[in-house]
């Protein structure tokens, strides 16, 4: 007996070993789902939003490496599957969605809730396509897969209402062949890097998550080449730990004085794996070579001496061939690597400091306290901290675009078997708990943590349901500050006093208590550690609403004297806004 074109698809998924598919139901995805309640090993996920359910396959597929899958039905449902369809392509990670759409003989004729699929995603998508005759399959999904897993993307397959449950007529196995390729960069061209190298007296590495797979080649370059490394964000994950004693950690708004120190102290620059978008943070009048896969990447960031096409792990290979002695009596001087990493102890240990709950009892910590707490809400590094210390070597974090993700850049380390996922290149609000929904239907038994700020967190709110009702043990740290806080901060640097970033809160414990779910809500800084202690003790999800300081500021790495000014200027504005609204109620 011949397989519908639902039971084609479904039991595609399932010898690809998609073990979840996350979507909401509806009309024309009711063969589809039917077919996943018949399949043993394949599980729908019922989201209450299909942006959720995009964000959860991507995070499956960022974590796993593997092929993610959501779905959304006609119309409307396969709209709000944009954003984090989005975010899976500007993470190139492969997600295959599977689109509903109204049935053939109403294509056309603006029908309700027509929408034109292969229009809607035909900016996200590195392959869509429309179902319109069983004969296309499984040749149309296997060519799917093939785009989403090859090229790092997102596939869309549009089903229609009336295709799904119709019979393939030529049914037969799904082909896929799927294999890797690793590729190399000429001889020529490695060969002068490395003299480039070798004739350098200050070589700094900015690291990116492209070089993760080929750890161990990149520290023996470090080594080599005495070069202190610069991670972006996404390769904290793979390269932070005691064990690496060449990295100094990230640059840009989230990272720290050493960093900038190293990339502008450098005579030459080494990017490997990155495509770091930041144009204003990279050296000036530096010899810069890249490292990439993509040929694409080379030099469209800052202007590249050595452009060497290859995967990483092969490309540093070749290089260490080529290079000559390493650090010793005859060989590269260490003072260029040994000065970043003092810089980035003595920089650690006053983050520790500032991160210390007892910090604010002090003489120092009182008179910072009057100027920026008033209050006495808790210190958002002292949360970012206590979770740090408290939580698995093996967790999976998850963090919302804001302040969240700074507060986690600087003290949370991925060290042991940690991972780590955003919205790191689409920079979207309100990724951090689907992501984190994704993250921990993989596994039920690993712990998954989401730091997510306030304004993300109420976006999605409702899919805290889902959590619930999969029995999915999430711990969300909610950094509470009733602000949109990196926002408030652009402002404020640019002179602005805050506008229309103050939040109206719910009690965010109270609300997941009314869902069902753990709530845990902290006001007190001496309360902090207990508090934290229990979200990890407690069984099941938990929430976690712990109210930090609102007007914490964020020094980046190299502050500028316009940004103090402006900051000034705005504090001002503000005070003088604030005294003018108090004489008129």
Request: proline content about 5%; some cysteine.
């Amino acid at each position: 007996m011949s397989r519908t074109v639902a039971r084609v698809i479904v039991d595609a998924l399932s010898q690809l070993g998609v073990r979840q598919v996350f979507g909401v139901v509806g009309d024309a995805l009711n063969p589809l789902t039917d077919a996943i309640r018949t399949t043993d090993d394949v599980e729908w996920v019922g989201c209450r939003h299909e942006e959720a359910a995009a964000f959860a396959a991507s995070a499956q597929s960022q974590l796993g490496d593997a092929l993610g899958v959501c779905m959304g039905t006609v119309g409307p449902g396969s709209v709000h599957l944009l954003n984090g369809l989005y975010d899976a392509a500007k993470s190139h990670t492969p997600v295959l969605a599977v689109a509903g759409q109204v049935p053939l003989p109403e294509l056309g004729t603006d029908y309700f809730q027509e929408v034109d699929n292969d229009a809607l995603f035909a900016d996200v998508a590195v392959f869509r396509a429309t179902v319109t005759s069983p004969e296309q399959l499984p040749q149309l999904l296997e060519t799917a897969v093939r785009n989403a897993i090859g090229r790092k993307g997102v596939a869309v397959l549009t089903v229609p209402g009336d295709i799904g449950d119709r019979e393939v007529p030529e049914d037969r196995p799904l082909r896929l062949s799927l294999t890797s390729a690793q590729s190399r960069p000429e001889e020529s061209a490695v060969r002068r890097a490395a003299e480039l190298l070798d004739g350098s007296e200050r070589v700094t590495l900015l690291v990116g998550r492209g070089a993760r797979a080929a750890r161990k080649d990149v520290l023996a370059l470090a080594d080599r080449l005495a070069a202190p490394m610069v991670l972006t964000l996404k390769a904290k994950e793979g390269f932070e730990g005691d064990d690496n004693p060449y990295q100094v950690g990230q640059t840009g708004l989230i990272g720290n004085p050493a960093a900038a120190s190293a990339l502008h102290d450098a005579d030459t620059l080494l990017l490997l794996g990155t495509d770091f978008p930041y144009r204003d943070w990279y050296p000036q009048g530096s010899t810069v070579i890249q490292v990439d896969v993509e040929a694409a990447h080379i030099g469209r960031r800052v202007p590249v001496e050595v452009g060497l096409v290859g995967d990483t792990g092969a490309t540093v290979r070749d290089l260490l061939t080529h290079l000559g002695a390493g650090p010793g009596d005859d060989g590269r001087d260490r003072a260029h690597l040994d000065q970043a990493r003092a810089r980035f102890e003595r920089w650690r240990a006053g983050q520790a400091r500032l991160a210390d709950p007892a910090h604010d009892k002090g003489l120092v910590g009182r008179i910072r306290s009057a100027l920026d707490n008033h209050s006495h809400d808790i210190r958002p590094e002292a949360l970012a901290a206590t979770v740090d210390r408290l939580a698995a070597d093996d967790a999976v974090f998850t963090s919302d675009t804001g302040m969240a993700t700074v507060w986690l850049s600087r003290f949370v380390e991925m060290r042991g078997g940690r991972q780590l996922i955003g919205s790191y290149n689409l920079g979207s609000m309100a990724n951090a708990m689907p992501q984190a929904l994704g993250a921990q239907s993989m596994d039920r038994d690993r712990q998954v943590v989401a730091f997510c700020g306030d304004g993300g967190l109420s976006m999605l709110l409702g899919d805290l349901i889902t959590l619930k009702t999969h029995r999915l043990p999430v711990k969300l740290v909610v950094f509470d500050n009733r602000r949109l806080g990196m926002v408030k901060l652009e402002q404020e640097q640019a002179g602005l006093p805050e506008f229309g970033t103050v939040l109206d809160n719910p009690d965010f414990a109270a609300v997941a208590q009314a869902m069902g779910i753990t709530g845990i809500r902290v006001t007190d800084p001496a309360e902090l550690e207990d508090a934290v202690r229990r979200a990890f003790d407690t069984p099941g999800p938990v929430l976690l609403d712990v109210l930090t300081n609102p007007d914490e500021i964020a020094v980046p790495a190299k502050p500028t004297v316009e940004q103090g000014w402006g900051f000034a200027v705005a504090k001002m504005k503000e005070i003088v806004r604030s005294e003018g609204d108090e004489g008129t109620d």
